[in-house]
């Protein structure tokens, strides 16, 4: 059920019972095959992702919990150099909390029905979780004159994670 090159590595590597299924964390650890902080850190991991699948949708409604953000988190800008502006950043919970209400309240202000969409997200490598999105809305002011009436901003949102899977970096 898992694939044939999965399964494979997974029956070489021990992972895997007499019936062909996985065995469970604390079984795997007792025989030696992986440690428990390990096992706990892939959980932390895998918690950041379900919360960052169910939230960001929600972006321009409830918003954030931050509960996965570290106390210094920082925000780099990478697209106002692009743009000749100046970078903008934030470092702290505090600042990136400002920026995520600045996005928002942009979205509210210029847009009608802002909705962010969320189409991947992958870890390309330890301690990084990547997000590729698209953001769409209608303008307010030239929502009625475009054709297609709205418009997206693709994009691609790379965290990094601390060892305790939270998020110190976006």
Avoid: N
């Amino acid at each position: 059920p898992y694939g044939f090159h999965q399964t494979r590595a997974w029956k070489k590597l021990g992972y895997l019972d007499a019936d062909g299924k996985l065995k469970d964390d604390q079984q795997l650890v007792d025989e030696g095959r992986c440690d428990a902080d390990f096992v706990a850190e892939h959980y932390k991991k895998r918690d950041t992702i379900r919360t960052l699948r169910e939230e960001l949708p929600d972006l321009f409604g409830a918003g954030l919990t931050y509960d996965i953000y570290t106390d210094d988190v920082g925000l780099l800008d990478e697209i106002s150099p692009k743009m000749g502006a100046a970078p903008r950043g934030a470092r702290g919970k505090a600042e990136y909390r400002r920026a995520v209400w600045g996005l928002r309240l942009h979205g509210w202000l210029f847009f009608e029905r802002a909705r962010l969409e969320l189409h991947r997200i992958w870890q390309p490598m330890d301690g990084v979780i990547c997000v590729r999105w698209t953001l769409r809305g209608v303008p307010r002011l030239l929502g009625p004159v475009l054709e297609h009436g709205g418009m997206h901003l693709d994009g691609i949102s790379e965290y990094k994670l601390d060892g305790e899977g939270m998020i110190y970096q976006h």
